[in-house]
């Protein structure tokens, strides 16, 4: 480094840039001076002819002052009227101006006036006030100049010993104000802008620097009173934000945002409902965020952790008696019960949860539960009549609210249906009904009498010939009438719960058959038609059904001739079996299919066909064995499946259930099995864990009426 000492203005660093020329730095910082120096100025000097009398003023009259001796030199300060005002021996007076000859002017030091100013920004030190002149250094902000004069846009300054010219709008009468950066890594501070060059610091991350200038990817700073140069890159104009964000959370309402944990505190502006937040921490009933206003405080009962979308207040009405809950999910404390067909205002949505306003306040309704358009209001389209004792429900479930009871044969009116549900009305309740128990024609119960069927006759899912067959009921076989409807009964069979027509069922039980001992026996293996002789060319005298005990009389070319339920006639002979023939349902195999894999080693065994039922007998039963029954894991494990079952029943052809001493029927549900007196019977001085099925869950099915359709899984969690 070089020193200079400029006009009494102390030592200067001059630092090499690079630049050709050396960078003049900064003098110690202290306000722009005006310093006096000497310069030679003009004064009037006059001389005696002769002898003169000072006088006191500038008249002949004025009293003497003294006397001045032939050519004396005087300094004329001022003159009056033909008169000079000199000083003599330290006399001020007046002497007649044409007793005075003028000398030579003589030059007498004055003061002058210097000017300091310093460098706003880096700048060089042009040898012309032009861009394009050449540069004699470099000059850094903040640089102490003297200020010598202008031209044009140019000032020419001195700065150590160069003297030049800079940009007149690059100068101040002020020192700037410094220029703070903050680092946004840890880096080091080199003495050169160079990687090569040396090491002065090493800079961490969020230091603040005093920044001078940018030089290519460098920057000339200061830091802690050391100056060097950094990344440029690694420097930001605002203080990096270093606080520790632990999750993210959603606005759920425009809120205030506030300095501190309460709502006195200084309010940082207004966040908007949906904005995603960095949570910081937790205090309390207040959380400590990151916005894009900045870092404060909301309250936490305006935040919720998952994605919310906001939406300007909306028209939304409740389509079912819902819960109201504190949170967006159903694990959330319950607030209250809103009404089916409430108006409420919906603000957002979060994770198929929806923030409304209702008449019980604020909180989260399932979305599925509301609902754009405003309900119409049920008008009775009819009546209907009920085919089973049923409860009637406050809402479309048959966990909700019991109103009361409708019994078999009750004439109800009718306002619609919703799924599986239909809304009634009966003497002044209003609610819902499976539709399942309910026909539209006047139905007159039969309190479960006894009925033979008088042919084999289909028993159909409805009172008409347009529902589908659930099988076929034999000649002679009892069952159990509910009760009639437009010439149908309704009935229980092995078969399941079924119509058949009024026609072919009587209340006179069919007369026992005289046993002969000449008689031989067949059974049939399918539905077989019955022809007039022995041959496909013969005409159908109808159709023996499967199953069907036969008589046979005679055998000839692989036709046997028989007398059935249809009469006397012939059927081909690889269709009868010697022996009755026994064989999983179809409906008890979809029953298996459904279980297997399914559930672990919940179910220890499984029986099927076997006698002592007529269920397992007819091979239309399953027992599915629960391993340790007592355990109350199991039971629960037991009652999944029993779920499973009842959710599935059309796809696999169902009839019905027992299960924990109590037996589900379609049409009535879940009832006491054991204690009733009506099931079981023949079980009644022998009742235990199993015959109660306390061990086992009893499966029977229809036959072969399963839909096949896919599972629903829900009973099972997914």
Known sequence: MGVNRVLGLGLTSILTLGLGAPAIAAAPLQPATVFASTVATAKIIKKTKASLTMRKTASSRAASVLVIPKNTTLNVSRSSSGWDQVSYKSKIGWVPAQQLTPVKAQTQATPKTVVYRYLKS???????PSAASASLTGVIRKTKVQRLGSSGSWTRIKVGRSIGFVPTNQLSSAMPAAVYKYSKAKQPLFQKNSSNSKRLATVASGAKVEWFRTSGSWAHVSVSGTKGWISAAKLSSTKPDTTKIIGSRWLIADTVLREGNWNKTKSLGTIRAGEKLGLVLTKGSW???????????????????????????????????????????SSTAKKATVLAREKVTLYGTSNGWSRVKTSKGLGWISSKDLSANKPVSDVLKGSRWAISSVAVRASTSSTAKSLGTIRPGSKVGFYRSSGSWSKIKTGQVIGWVPSSTLIDKTYAPLNNVKRWATTNVNLREGGSTSYR??????????????????GWTRITTAQGVGWVSSAYVTSNPPKAPVPDKQQVFRWTTANVNLRAGGGVEHRSLGVVPMGEKVTFLKMSNGWSQIKSS???????????????????????????????????????????????????????????????????????????????????REQLGVYYLIWQDQIWLPGSGWNEYSASGKYGTQFTNNWNDTTKHMDHIHVEVYGDSGSDGRLDLSALGH
Do not use: C, E
């Not at 297997?596 to 065994?605: A, Y």
């Open 566 to 648: 249809q009469g006397t006639g012939w059927v081909s002979a690889k269709y009868l079996a010697t022996k009755a023939p026994v064989s999983l349902h179809p409906d008890a195999q979809r029953v298996l299919k459904a279980i297997d894999h399914r559930f672990g080693d919940t179910v220890s065994n499984i029986y099927t066909i076997r006698s002592g039922s007529v269920g397992h007998s007819a091979g239309k039963a399953v027992d599915l064995m629960i391993r340790d029954y007592k355990n109350k894991n199991r039971i629960a494990q037991g009652d999944q499946i029993a779920q499973f079952l009842l959710d599935n």
């Open 287 to 329: 959380s400590k965020v990151r916005t894009t206003r900045g870092i404060g405080w909301v309250p936490t009962a305006n935040l919720t952790s998952r994605a919310f979308k906001a939406i300007p207040a909306t028209p939304r009405w409740v389509v079912k008696n819902t819960t109201l809950r504190t949170g967006a999910s």
């Open 122 to 128: 880096f700048q060089s030190l042009r040898q012309k």
């Open 469 to 486: 067959s659930l099988g076929v009921i034999p000649k002679n076989q009892q069952v159990t009438a509910h009760g009639t409807a437009n």
